[in-house]
């Protein structure tokens, strides 16, 4: 049966001390929300209704998908008036999903039970046991049967003593949801249209209710203040760590690992401590990265190793290459197999040939450089005149002395010898020696300075 999500996402979130609307504070380098929208999405939503109040520009810049819906909850009246804005937008024949926006870690499994649960029953509602159930509804039973919810303000003693909280999350039929909505009250120590309510009106009525739960509590927990943001970022990166593990990737320590996005791997992978990818990376078998890296939208080729340090961002690096420590690849950067970049070296559109070395404290802008070619310490190629960008181009075989400056447009040629300390500003020609330097005055009987003691 086709089945429709309600989203509640209109909290201020003031607990969170921000300017950002809570929702859309990320885990995982993305907004907690778009985790659940992304996550029906995959289910087979036909519609998603997002519930939103403050932030509204913020949000609709953020958020982005083609079958969702904004629906305005102006003032913040409680969970049922939030539902109620969505209602002019749900069909009485399909079911009607509830989500909380500040629970980013449900699993689509979850969710496909609770779906499948609604198939038996009238009203399908995810329930969950805590040990310290302060501040959240509990879930009143009558044998087996769910006959209301009671929030925590309105619960009396014995029945702050139940474990099984509601979290916010349940599935009805849109007919039915719609006349129980209609039938909210607030007279309550809130003053709020409760959601919860509706329970009691099933169980009035004698419809079937049902509980799902979820396989972790964790699944669950929602977001109100920067500790719990920082607790549920760390739970989502291990449970990232943990699938990547079992695709073959060893973690020198899996809470110190960080995925902010899309991540491809093969076997066989040695991570250290504290890397951090971002965005869209794949990494081939058989690569070992240092610790303190960051990899940003990039593709790492078998037999790679990166070390220490050293950050990677929409660059490739190829079979059996060399990073670090210490380097930067920066936009554009290319490494053909079995080249090297050492430490405190920096690559910005450039591409370094087959075999090709830049081993330390250089500088390659705009630059093609061929195969077996070996970069001294110290290089830069000057590509920038304060307004245009121009290339170099270093021939294969090609051997650039240290601290040599290449002033582009520059053409090296093939096994061409830049010496060391020359500032090279006309072309190079094959198998040429090129030489740039003050000549050299060695003065005797010169007078060293002292100093001025007055």
Not at 22 to 28: A, D, N, R
Not at 219 to 233: C, F, K, P, S, T
Not at 302 to 327: M, Y
Not at 331 to 346: I, L, R
Request: with cysteine; net charge negative; hydrophobic share 40%.
């Amino acid at each position: 049966m086709a089945f429709s999500v309600v989203v509640l996402a209109a909290g201020k979130g003031t607990r969170m001390k921000s300017s950002l609307p809570k929702v859309l504070h990320p885990i995982g380098g993305k907004a907690m929300v778009q985790h659940i929208i992304d996550t029906v999405n995959e289910l087979g939503a036909t519609n998603i209704h997002l519930v939103y109040g403050h932030g509204a520009e913020q949000l609709k810049a953020q958020l982005n998908h083609n079958k969702l819906s904004w629906c305005l909850q102006a003032e913040q009246l409680g969970t049922g008036h939030a539902v109620q804005q969505a209602a002019p937008y749900i069909s009485d024949e399909e079911d009607v999903l509830i989500l909380v926006g500040d629970a980013p870690l449900i699993k689509p499994s979850t969710l496909q039970q609770l779906i499948s649960i609604k198939q038996k029953a009238d009203l399908a509602l995810l329930t969950v046991h805590l040990e310290d159930p302060t501040g959240m509804g509990r879930i009143i039973r009558e044998g087996e049967q769910v006959s209301a919810i009671v929030e925590h303000k309105d619960a009396s003693e014995a029945q702050k003593q139940i474990t099984e909280i509601n979290t916010g999350m349940m599935i009805m039929a849109g007919s039915d949801l719609k006349r129980w909505l209609n039938n909210l009250n607030s007279n309550n120590a809130q003053g709020e249209f409760y959601l919860t309510d509706v329970i009691a009106m099933a169980a009035a009525e004698g419809k079937t209710i049902k509980a799902s739960h979820p396989s972790s509590a964790i699944e669950v927990e929602g977001i109100n203040n920067r500790m719990q943001l920082a607790n549920i970022e760390r739970a989502f990166q291990f449970e990232q760590a943990q699938q990547i593990m079992a695709k073959g990737v060893s973690l020198a320590d899996p809470h110190r690992f960080d995925v902010r996005g899309e991540l491809t791997v093969g076997q066989d992978i040695n991570i250290d401590i504290n890397t951090v990818i971002k965005g869209k990376v794949s990494i081939g078998s058989n690569v070992n990265i240092g610790p303190n890296c960051v990899l940003i939208d990039c593709d790492i080729a078998d037999g790679a190793s990166i070390e220490a340090n050293s950050i990677i961002e929409q660059a490739q690096v190829g079979e059996n290459c060399s990073v670090g420590p210490f380097a930067r690849l920066r936009p554009g950067a290319v490494m053909a197999e079995k080249s090297k970049v050492g430490n405190f070296v920096e690559m910005k559109k450039t591409t370094l040939g087959k075999g090709s070395k830049a081993n330390h404290f250089t500088y390659l802008g705009d630059t093609q450089v061929g195969e077996d070619a070996n970069i001294g310490a110290g290089t830069i190629t000057c590509n920038y005149d304060g307004v245009n960008k121009f290339k170099t181009i270093i021939g294969d075989g090609a051997f650039i002395g240290s601290n040599s400056s290449l002033v582009a447009p520059a053409n090296i040629g093939k096994n061409a010898t830049v010496g060391a300390g020359s500032v090279i500003t006309k072309q190079v020609d094959d198998n040429e020696l090129a030489l740039s330097r003050a000549k050299q005055k060695n003065l005797s009987n010169w007078n060293r300075p002292t100093k001025n003691c007055n």
